[in-house]
Each structure stands twice: as structure tokens, then as C-alpha cells.
């Protein structure tokens, strides 16, 4: 069992920078892969990106990819997503996922433990 809590959230102008921290609990972090989604209001939770167990393979959504950025540091059991160069499109609750099987994904049912979600907004 994981229990994974997200932090980091909050407003920020277009153009600017947040990082998201997840912090999981349980022994077993290091040999989850580990995801970031989130959901905008009206619309339903959508992939961000995912890294492996290891570090070694991470995976991107198009709307995304080259602004953000995902690593993990097993050793104090974390998760972080850089976010650089923001638009209002991505105001949205980001949410930390934990997926038990090998591999990626960016299906929502293949992740087995989900945090609570951080608030990102973005404003013009």
C-alpha cells in the first residue's frame, strides 16, 4: 500500500515555473513507476507524463513535452514535475499516481495508488 501526498501547487503567471513534489510512503516507492495526470474543470483526468522505476525511461503527453519535466528520487521517496514556460490551459488539479506492474502507461486504470491532487493555475 502507497500512500502519496502532492504539494507545490499554486498561481502563476504565463510563462513562469512550478515544480510539483509528490511524497510517498511504504518501501515498496522505488519499485513503482510513478505518473503525473491531471483535470481541468469539466473535463475528465487526463496523462501528463511518467517515469520509470529506475529514473532511466520517462514518457511525455505531446501538450507537454519539452516544457515539462519529470524525475523521481528514490532515496527520499519522491516524485517532482518541472513545469516551465506554463500556459492557462494547463490550470488544473495535478494529481501523483503509483502503478505496481513493470512498464509505462498512460491509462488512468493502470495506476493503483492516487494522491489528493495539488491546485496549478495559471493565469494570462
Known amino acids: 500500500q502507497a500512500q502519496l501526498v502532492e504539494s507545490g501547487g499554486g498561481l502563476v503567471q504565463a510563462g513562469g515555473s512550478l515544480r510539483l513534489s509528490c511524497a510517498a510512503s511504504?518501501?515498496?516507492?522505488?519499485?513503482?513507476?510513478m505518473g503525473w495526470f491531471r483535470q481541468a474543470p469539466g473535463k475528465e483526468r487526463e496523462f501528463v507524463a511518467t517515469?520509470?522505476?529506475?529514473?532511466?525511461?520517462?514518457y511525455y503527453a505531446d501538450s507537454v513535452k519539452d516544457r515539462f519535466t519529470i524525475s523521481r528520487d528514490n532515496s527520499k521517496n519522491m516524485v517532482y514535475l518541472q513545469m516551465n514556460s506554463l500556459k492557462p490551459e494547463d490550470t488544473a488539479v495535478y494529481y501523483c499516481?503509483?502503478?505496481?506492474?513493470?512498464?509505462?502507461?498512460?491509462?488512468?486504470?493502470?495506476?493503483?495508488?492516487w494522491g489528493q491532487g495539488t491546485q496549478v493555475t495559471v493565469s494570462s
Open positions: 517515469i520509470s522505476w529506475s529514473g532511466g525511461s520517462t
Open positions: 499516481a503509483a502503478m505496481r506492474r513493470s512498464g509505462l502507461s498512460t491509462m488512468r486504470s493502470a495506476y493503483d495508488y
Open positions: 511504504g518501501r515498496s516507492f522505488s519499485t513503482y513507476q
